[in-house]
């Protein structure tokens, strides 16, 4: 997670954090602090959302602190449209953690799009600068963002000679990528219109029959029905039929079989119905360009494909043929007819232009099935104009943003762009992630009185809040700035519900407001505690206390009654998950009263990663091969062997009987 809004006084108007002569940086001459720095600053806010896709089991936290003395940027315009995995483009602010983006990836002789997950998502405040590429593409990014170029990855601005000595972008220079999106279709009548008109023209039944009846006259019977293999198509059809007063009922059409899909319909029987239906799919007189965009991803939903890098719209109907082919050129497509010589006439249209336009189309025109969107494994062959126009400062500072995904990489406007990392929290700060994260904390000096005005708030509803979630708020800067105590007492006195996570024992320091704000709401600790094998600690935790101290303190706050339980993390593979291990692990922690056990197993996420793998490097060179194995997919360990320890995990905590008693139940018995 990051912070937003850092500022060095409630009215500046300094976008950098570092630089300004107005924070306050110390150094204390103690052998705990020895080699630290502290930057002194002052927040803006201190409650911050958590991107609503997160898997974390709340909305709100609270992180005085960035960076941590345990020891164990770059932006975009949040207007900014990046490449889903459902092939549709998305405001860079409105992506969360957990989506699933494009990123790209080497394999064999070309950089191919491949799918990646992000794992986190920011904002800051920067200045901004515009680059515009040759085919009109424009982006809004901060000097510090980098874009791939056919001469690698060049940031925004630099120098060529001094401290600011960097690869930069140029006129002479070629981003990679497709261009500048498509802006994607209004949701309007008559886009829905065209829709219904090419899904029902290219697949639906729509027709009138005459039966006799017992009084020996005949009557009219009127039928409807549209069946797909694609529920999106189906759902989104049977939704644009709601809109013009037209009911359906959903079957199943055709079950699935060895080779087929199963297959879904809609149908209806009424003679108001069939009318309705049948004058909205009339050939419009003047179709705009709504109703275009509308029967291009009907028809195409209905009759199209798109395999082998080749997208096709095929029918037999000349009427159909014709609208499809004009069409395509009132939006500027460029297409080949092709007659396969069948004895049902069937023709076929295929787009041309490549990825370029194949993206463009699916952008433009927005058919409901999303497989055939798919890019999963395309090579990036420039065929768009994307060479440097310009460069310009804007001159204003505007809300920037960037994400982290497991490729190190997204589509940003067509383009692929670099991002930060999860451990580098520190360098959109001008810091690194590996030394600097430990050593240079940045302490948010006024959070407990931002805490108590947002507290007060009208709008605030007093929702959970979490702390731990990012840095230990009990690290050891805590026992000199002691920020903990008023925050607690914010807490206390708004009745607001909150937890912490600490691998500290100074956590034991503010006992009596932790019980005081317990008899007024729900609080919980958790103590990360992933193993108890002390020589290993050392090595792997040196700035943290030993985890039997830790358990300690677990075992101190269950007595007192404030519900403690124990976050068994991190388990590092192949050095602490053997069956032994495991088992004196959650023995000792259930010995400490524990109310829950919950296991992490290692995350090596971007940053991360390379700072552990830096350490089994030195301490355990025979275990890199078998890391590189088990993480060769991403930041994760293969869900397999995930819910096997888990389950080791919980097998073990039943055992011990961890969980046996509530925090309520121990707050009784200690009164």
Avoid at 27 to 44: H, K, N, Q, S, W
Avoid at 432 to 443: E, N, W, Y
Wanted: charged fraction near 25%; hydrophobic fraction near 35%.
């Amino acid at each position: 997670m990051r912070w937003d809004n850092l500022r060095l006084s409630a009215d500046s108007d300094q976008g950098a954090l570092f630089g300004a002569d107005e924070v306050v940086a110390r150094t204390f001459d103690t052998p705990e602090f020895r080699g630290m720095t502290f930057y002194e600053v002052r927040a803006r806010s201190i409650v911050n959302k958590v991107p609503g896709a997160s898997r974390v089991p709340f909305r709100w936290t609270i992180n005085p602190y960035r960076g941590c003395s345990h020891a164990c940027a770059y932006c975009l315009h949040g207007d900014t449209p990046i490449l889903m995995a459902d092939g549709r483009p998305k405001r860079l602010a409105d992506v969360r953690v957990g989506d699933s983006v494009y990123g790209t990836a080497h394999e064999g002789a070309y950089r191919r799009y491949v799918l990646t997950e992000v794992l986190a998502h920011w904002s800051t405040v920067k200045p901004t600068y515009r680059v515009t590429l040759e085919d009109g593409t424009e982006l809004v990014a901060s000097a510090d963002h980098r874009f791939l170029t056919g001469r690698g990855w060049k940031h925004v601005t630099g120098r060529m000679h001094g401290t600011g000595r960097r690869p930069y972008l140029t006129t002479n220079d070629e981003l990679l990528g497709t261009g500048g999106f498509a802006a994607p279709p209004g949701d309007t009548s008559e886009y829905r219109r065209g829709y219904l008109c090419g899904m029902i023209r290219g697949d639906a039944h729509l027709s009138t029959y005459h039966c006799p009846s017992p009084r020996g006259k005949d009557f009219c019977r009127y039928r409807f029905r549209l069946a797909s293999a694609d529920p999106e198509a189906l759902g989104r059809s049977r939704r644009y039929l709601v809109d013009i007063g037209v009911a359906t009922r959903e079957f199943t059409f055709a079950s699935a079989t060895g080779v087929r899909r199963a297959m879904a319909a809609i149908r209806t029987q009424t003679r108001a119905a069939f009318e309705t239906i049948t004058e909205s799919v009339r050939w419009p007189t003047c179709p705009d360009g709504g109703w275009t965009k509308g029967f291009l991803a009907g028809i195409f939903d209905a009759e199209g494909s798109c395999s082998g890098g080749i997208l096709r719209i095929s029918n037999t109907d000349p009427d159909i043929i014709e609208q499809v082919i004009s069409g395509m050129k009132r939006l500027d497509f460029a297409v080949a007819v092709e007659d396969r010589a069948q004895p049902n006439d069937l023709r076929c249209i295929r787009l041309l232009g490549g990825v370029c336009e194949r993206l463009r189309f699916f952008h433009t025109v927005d058919p409901a099935i999303t497989r055939t969107r798919s890019m999963a494994g395309v090579a990036i062959k420039n065929k768009a104009r994307l060479r440097v126009a310009s460069v310009e400062a804007l001159g204003v500072d505007l809300p920037m943003y960037d994400i982290t995904t497991g490729t190190g990489d997204f589509i940003a406007n067509g383009v692929v762009s670099h991002n930060c990392f999860a451990r580098r929290t520190h360098e959109y700060l001008d810091l690194d992630s590996g030394h600097d994260f430990d050593s240079k904390i940045v302490v948010k000096i006024n959070a407990p009185d931002v805490l108590r005005t947002e507290l007060r708030r009208p709008r605030w509803g007093r929702e959970h809040i979490a702390m731990g979630t990012n840095v230990d708020p009990y690290q050891r800067a805590e026992g000199r700035y002691r920020l903990m105590p008023p925050i607690l007492e914010a807490l206390r006195d708004a009745a607001n519900p909150f937890s912490i996570l600490t691998k500290g024992t100074l956590v034991l320091r503010d006992l009596d407001l932790l019980r005081q704000a317990a008899e007024v709401t729900d609080v919980t600790v958790n103590v990360s505690v992933g193993f108890v094998d002390e020589r290993l600690w050392r090595s792997v935790e040196p700035g943290t206390p030993a985890p039997r101290a830790r358990l300690d303190a677990c075992r101190e706050l269950t007595e007192a009654g404030v519900g403690c339980g124990v976050l068994m993390a991190p388990i590092l593979p192949y050095l602490t998950d053997t069956p032994e291990q495991l088992d004196a692990t959650v023995r000792a922690i259930a010995e400490a009263g524990a109310t829950s056990v919950s296991p992490i197993v290692l995350h090596l996420r971007p940053g991360a990663r390379e700072w552990y793998l830096a350490w089994l490097a030195r301490e355990h060179p025979e275990l890199v091969p078998r890391y590189d194995e088990l993480y060769a997919r991403g930041a994760y360990a293969p869900k397999s062997y995930q819910r096997d320890v888990s389950a080791r995990v919980a097998r073990l905590a039943r055992y011990h009987g961890i969980g046996s008693a509530s925090p309520r139940q121990a707050r009784h018995r200690s009164g």
